[in-house]
C-alpha cells in the first residue's frame, strides 16, 4: 500500500497574555515580563502618554521584530525609554548641559530629549542618524519594568497609522494575537505622546507633546527653535501621517456646518481634550463611521499638540 505524507499548515496566531499592574506588577509577572525581554520578546507596556511597544533596546532582532509587528518605516527611529539614570551611559554621548538642565527638571516625564548617540547604539533604534531620543516616563509601573529591564526602545503601541493607544483595550485592538505580553496598567494619563526636543546646543522643538513649548520656554528663559532645516525635517516621524482613524476627520470651525455634519451622521467630537483624543478616534471606527467632525474652539487652537494630531489626522 502506498503511503502518502502531508503537512497541514494552521494559520499561526499567538495567543497575548495579559498582565495586570495595580498599580505595580507583582513579582512573579515582572519576573515572567524581565525574563520574556532578555530572551528578546516584545511587550506592551503602559507609559503616563500612551501605551508603548516595548524590546530591549540593545537587541537588534527584537527591535527588528517592533518594526515588522507595527508596520513600521524602518527610518524612523524609536525612543529609548530608561528607569535610571545610570542607564544614559550606554546610550548617549556626552550629553550636553542643556540636556542635562532639561532633564533634571522634566524627569521622569512626558519630554523626550534627543542627543548624539553612543557607539553601541543599534542603527536599526535610530533609523541611522548620530542622535538618539531618550525618555523616563512618569509611571510607577513603567518604571518598575525599566530598572530591571531597561533601556527599552518603545513606539506607541498601535500599529503604524492608527490612533496611539491610551489604555490595555485600544492596544489589544492592534495588537491581539500578535504579540505575546500586555501589561495592563489602566488609562494613560496625559493620553498624547511624548514632547520631542532636540537638545545638542539650542533647544527644537521637534513634536508638540504633553509638556507644552511655554512650559519649557518659561523654564530655559529662551524660545524654541522650529524644526524645519530648509525644508528637511528634522525628526523623520514628522513625515509620516500618524494618528489615523479608518474614518475621515474634519476640522470645523463654524458652528452651522457642524450642525450640517451631525445631521448627515458624522461622529461629532466636542469638548475634546489630549486625554480622550485617542479614544475618541478609534470609538469613531468601532461605530463605522465614515466622518468624524472636530468642532474648533479657541481653546483646541490654542492647545499646539493637540492640533498638532489633529492637522495629521485630518489629512
Ligand atoms: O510618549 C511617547 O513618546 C510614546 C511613549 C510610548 O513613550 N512613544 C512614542 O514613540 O511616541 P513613537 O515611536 O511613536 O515616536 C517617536 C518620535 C518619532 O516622531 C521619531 O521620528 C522621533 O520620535 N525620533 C526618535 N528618535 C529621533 C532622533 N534621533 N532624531 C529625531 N527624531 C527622533
Ligand atoms: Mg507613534
Redesign the pocket.
Known amino acids: 500500500m502506498q503511503s502518502c505524507s502531508f503537512a497541514v499548515y494552521y494559520p499561526v496566531k499567538m495567543t497575548t497574555r495579559i498582565l495586570k499592574a495595580d498599580p505595580l506588577l507583582d513579582p512573579k509577572d515582572l519576573e515572567e515580563l524581565g525574563s520574556l525581554l532578555d530572551r528578546g520578546g516584545i511587550a506592551a507596556i503602559p507609559?503616563e502618554?500612551?501605551?508603548?511597544l516595548s524590546a530591549p533596546l540593545f537587541n537588534e532582532k527584537a527591535l527588528a521584530e517592533i518594526f515588522r509587528v507595527k508596520g513600521r518605516p524602518s527610518d524612523?527611529?524609536?525612543?529609548a525609554?530608561i528607569g535610571s539614570l545610570e542607564q544614559l551611559d550606554r546610550l548617549v554621548d556626552e550629553p550636553s548641559p542643556l540636556f542635562y538642565r532639561l532633564a533634571e527638571r522634566f524627569w521622569p516625564g512626558?519630554l523626550?530629549l534627543?542627543a548624539r548617540r553612543a557607539s553601541g547604539v543599534p542603527d536599526i533604534a535610530?533609523g541611522g542618524?548620530t542622535?538618539?531620543?531618550v525618555?523616563m516616563?512618569l509611571h510607577v509601573c513603567a518604571l518598575q519594568i525599566l530598572r530591571v529591564a531597561g533601556p527599552l526602545a518603545?513606539?506607541?503601541?498601535n500599529l503604524s497609522g492608527r490612533p496611539?493607544p491610551t489604555s490595555a483595550q485600544d492596544a489589544l485592538e492592534d495588537l491581539d494575537g500578535k504579540i505575546p505580553l500586555l501589561v495592563d496598567g489602566g488609562k494613560s494619563i496625559f493620553g498624547i505622546?511624548?514632547t520631542?526636543l532636540?537638545a545638542l546646543d539650542e533647544p527644537v522643538l521637534?513634536?508638540p507633546?504633553?509638556i507644552a513649548r511655554e512650559e519649557i520656554e518659561g523654564f530655559l528663559k529662551t524660545k524654541l527653535r522650529d524644526p524645519l532645516l530648509r525644508g528637511v525635517p528634522?525628526?523623520?516621524?514628522?513625515k509620516y501621517r500618524h494618528y489615523a482613524p479608518k474614518a475621515k476627520v474634519h476640522l470645523v470651525p463654524d458652528k452651522e456646518r457642524l450642525r450640517e455634519f451631525e445631521k448627515r451622521g458624522a461622529y461629532i467630537l466636542s469638548g475634546l481634550t489630549s486625554q480622550n483624543l485617542y479614544a475618541e478616534l478609534r470609538k469613531a471606527d468601532r461605530l463605522g463611521k465614515s466622518d468624524i467632525a472636530v468642532g474648533l474652539d479657541e481653546r483646541l487652537l490654542q492647545d499646539e499638540a493637540l492640533m498638532n494630531r489633529l492637522e495629521k489626522a485630518s489629512r
Request: charged share 10%.
Open positions: 507609559t502618554t500612551v501605551y508603548g524612523n527611529p524609536l525612543i525609554h512626558p523626550t534627543i535610530t542618524l542622535t538618539v531620543a525618555r516616563p518603545a513606539p506607541s503601541a496611539s505622546e511624548s520631542v532636540l521637534l513634536r507633546g504633553a528634522l525628526s523623520p516621524g514628522m
